[in-house]
């Protein structure tokens, strides 16, 4: 379906949980976060539920996220019960990475197609400290899990932060030497708790290539059909690509085709806008299909033509990224 501004909806993101394993500096508070009651999530056959809605109005494609979407025991068979629906023909995964060893040949099994996999940096000192304690090697472990069972292509996020991990942009960029690793650069938005000092520690994507530029040629890279709103580009001779998601400088709202839906059960139009829809409550008292349809109609209608990160900053009541999804 299209929304008013003529952009097709057909990508449904998922927070399916907003509790983590990891606590990154810039996404959630130290001591972590205040845990909702069990009844407060949806529970996957809900999602599922919901799914179906969706696809009746043109949702074809998912993307799993979180919180860490692998801490949600039943992922696995949540995929298999979405890759059933008709209509729904890509589900994709955000994770950090951390428990996808482990998982990586039962999710491909279930029908989940690719994976995004979020690492900041690529020194385990380093990783830990950001983190708030994790173990880089349990990701690297995880993203040979994931070439090896053919989650691909496999994304790799990097938030570029000024003197914290500004210094490692080649290392990542030589990782797609040998590999096949699609690495995007993402400019930090003030979101969460980076929400206070995004603007000071932000790189934007063109002071990223102008860095890059000077050790590298980069030519524009394959653009390749359903890829998401990054731009690519590759070094001659080297496997993978290199790309740039700058929600800040160059916004790609003009061609956004997404909904977000809230481990709580809200459907939001937008990452950055405040409103929402509840479409917990109505589904827990009995609505028929075509009610929950109207819901996605809805929603779809009051997508905003853009966000306005930057104008307004994020604010003490916002949802953070871990519930809305990233
Ligand atoms: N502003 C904005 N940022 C987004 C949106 N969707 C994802 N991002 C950011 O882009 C980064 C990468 O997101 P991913 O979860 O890997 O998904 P994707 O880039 O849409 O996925 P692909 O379709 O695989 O390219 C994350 O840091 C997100 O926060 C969005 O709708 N708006
Ligand atoms: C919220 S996480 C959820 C999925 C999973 N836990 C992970 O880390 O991939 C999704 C993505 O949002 C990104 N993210 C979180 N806060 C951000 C911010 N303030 N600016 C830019 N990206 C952010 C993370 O780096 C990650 O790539
Ligand atoms: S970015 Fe992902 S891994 Fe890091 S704290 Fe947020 S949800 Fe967890
Ligand atoms: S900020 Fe909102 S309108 Fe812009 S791309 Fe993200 S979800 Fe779409």
Redesign the pocket.
Same mark, same amino acid.
């Given at each position: 379906m299209k929304d008013t501004f003529e952009r097709e909806i057909n990508y449904l993101r998922i927070?399916i949980t907003d509790r *983590?394993n990891?606590r *990154?500096l810039? *996404?959630m508070p130290a001591d972590g976060v205040e845990l909702k009651e069990h009844e407060d999530i949806l529970r996957l056959e809900e999602i599922t539920e919901i799914v179906r809605a969706g696809a009746a109005v043109g949702i074809s494609k998912i993307r799993i996220?979180?919180?860490?979407?692998l801490v949600r025991r039943g992922v696995v068979e949540f995929i298999r019960q979405l890759k059933a629906i008709p209509g729904i023909d890509d589900i994709a995964l955000?994770?950090?990475?951390v428990l996808l060893a482990p998982l990586a040949a039962e999710l491909k099994a279930a029908g989940l197609n690719r994976v995004?996999?979020?690492l900041?940096t690529l020194r385990s000192d380093r990783f830990r400290e950001l983190t708030r304690g994790g173990q880089i090697e349990k990701v690297w472990e995880g993203l040979a899990a994931a070439l090896e069972h053919g989650l691909t292509p496999v994304k790799l996020?990097m938030?570029v932060m000024r003197g914290f991990n500004d210094d490692e942009l080649f290392d990542f960029v030589e990782l797609t030497r040998e590999r096949e690793l699609h690495v995007r650069f /993402?400019?930090?938005?003030?979101?969460?708790t980076?929400d206070a000092w995004?603007h000071q520690r932000r790189l934007t994507m063109e002071e990223i290539l102008l860095q890059l530029g000077r050790r590298y040629t980069l030519e524009p890279g394959p653009r390749v059909a359903g890829w998401g709103p990054a731009r690519y580009y590759q070094v001659p001779g080297y496997r993978g690509t290199v790309g740039f998601i700058s929600?800040i400088s160059q916004h790609f709202c003009g061609t956004c085709n997404r909904l977000r839906l809230t481990a709580e059960g809200m459907l939001r139009p937008c990452l950055h806008a405040r409103r929402e829809v509840d479409i917990k409550t109505p589904l827990r008292q009995g609505a028929r299909f075509e009610e929950l349809v109207a819901i996605f109609q809805d929603v779809i209608g009051q997508k905003p033509q853009a966000h306005s990160m930057g104008e307004t900053g994020w604010g003490e009541n916002e949802r953070k990224?871990?519930q /809305?999804?990233?």
């Open positions: 927070s *983590c990891l *990154c810039y *996404c996220t979180g919180g860490e979407p955000t994770t950090n990475g995004n996999v979020s900041d996020n938030v /993402i400019e930090l938005m003030p979101i969460g980076a995004a929600p990224m871990f /809305i999804g990233g």
